[in-house]
């Protein structure tokens, strides 16, 4: 059942299905939809490969925990996250206090394949071997994964419909 605040916030890796699933998922249960990607890019108006340029990772990982503090503030909406947003602590207190957390796991295959076509993920522009790199953030970031989450859902070769159905009923609805 969901915490007293009724976020539903979604982390995973990158190419998870984060966005996808959110956008649906707020559809479905009639909610506003914020990705704190999304939302970082249009309060900064340029795109998050350039503030890893201009700032390296340490200045958008800052961005991305001002974000979420500024999601977390609004009641009931579904919040679709950066992949590395578990990598800080500040960040994971935040998720837990502040809605009922989703972890959208994936094989490395799949996420190699999601993200084959990306051109917008600086970790992955600056790789010479995506699949090395997914796997190990993936190994890096796995722990942080299961223990800041209320539900893991294991998206590998599931249809969006039904990982929306797994989340509809852990929240209850
Ligand atoms: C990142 C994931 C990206 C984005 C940034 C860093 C990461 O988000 O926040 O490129 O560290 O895994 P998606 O998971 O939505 O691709």
């Known amino acids: ?55 390296g990772e340490e200045g958008f990982r800052k961005r991305e925990t001002q974000m979420l503090k500024d999601l977390c503030e609004i009641p009931n909406i579904i919040i679709a996250t950066g992949g590395g947003i578990v990598i800080k602590e500040e960040n994971r207190n935040l998720l ?13 295959e799949q996420l190699v394949k999601r993200t084959a076509k990306s051109k917008t993920r600086p970790l992955l522009e600056q790789s010479t071997n995506r699949e090395k790199t997914l796997r190990d953030l993936l190994t890096a970031r796995e722990d942080f994964y299961q223990d800041t989450a209320d539900l893991i859902v294991d998206t590998t070769g599931k249809k969006l419909y039904s990982i929306i159905n797994e989340i509809k009923k852990a929240v209850g609805q």
Do not use: W
Not at 8 to 17: E, F, N, Q, R, Y
Not at 26 to 31: D, E, F, H, T
Not at 96 to 108: Q, R, T
């Open 1 to 55: 059942m969901v915490k007293p605040v009724q976020n539903v916030i979604l982390i995973g890796p990158m190419g998870s299905g984060k966005t996808s699933v959110g956008r649906r998922l707020a559809c479905v249960l009639k909610r506003d939809f914020f990705d704190t990607d999304f939302e970082i890019v249009a309060r900064t108006g340029v795109a998050i490969d350039h503030i890893f340029d201009v700032e």
């Open 96 to 108: 837990k206090h502040n809605g009922f957390v989703v972890y959208l796991s994936s094989s490395v």
